[in-house]
């Protein structure tokens, strides 16, 4: 598995990346930049840039929270990698019964197909988050055991 | 999986992290080693027994259980 992970920098880089990218794209989709976009006359290709960089970085983030290594990456970190792959799998695993039981019984349909599309691509984002999250909590909770 | 390293490690006098540097792992990996939640793969088990020069077999004793 390590063959595959990046240097520990980059979890830093990664921390900046995520919640930048998320920001100009969520801001974008706002529309909270056509003002200015309009002002400076650079309404085109401006607005699609910042969509494209917001949503670039958001997944560079990602990638570089999930794949880079910890300070001293050992057998231990690696064991709860494979963990957190499971746990995010199963979450995953989970949301999509919920979401095909709920549209099943309920009749809970999202509003059009790519409401549709968009609610798969959030699941796929859902279980790298999954990953994160559960990831970094138990490093978290392990290290805050260890000092006491 | 029971385990000595605790035992041995104080017996030889060296602190966590003392013993985590020595064969290259975290604290974290050895806290978890000692209190049992984590059993740790041959090449760590080996690296323990010859820090502390002793068998694998002094150190890992297998439960009923496993």
Known sequence: ?148 | MKNKVRNFRTEQGMTQQELADAIGVSRQTIFALESSRYVPSTILALKLARIFRKKVEDLFELEKKD
Not at chain 1, 33 to 61: E, H, K, M, V
Not at chain 1, 106 to 127: K, M, T, V, W, Y
Request: glycine share 8%; charged share 15%.
């Open chain 1, 1 to 148: 598995m390590k063959k595959f992970l990046l240097p520990h920098r980059f979890k830093k880089m990664g921390l900046l990346l995520l919640p930048l990218g998320s920001f100009l794209w969520v801001a974008g989709q706002l529309g909270v930049f056509n003002s200015l976009l309009n002002a400076l006359g650079f309404r085109y290709p401006g607005f699609q840039l910042i969509l494209i960089t917001g949503f670039f970085s958001f997944l560079a983030g990602i990638y570089f929270l999930i794949f880079s290594r910890e300070k001293t990456e050992d057998e231990f970190i690696q064991h709860i990698r494979l963990e957190s792959f499971h746990f995010a799998a199963l979450f995953q695993l989970i949301f999509f019964v919920v979401l095909f039981l709920g549209m099943a019984i309920f009749s809970l349909e999202p509003g059009g197909e790519s409401a549709f599309l968009l609610l798969l691509a959030g699941s796929i984002l859902l279980f790298w988050l999954a990953y994160i999250i559960r990831f970094n909590y138990i490093l978290h909770v392990k290290n805050r055991v260890t000092r006491e």
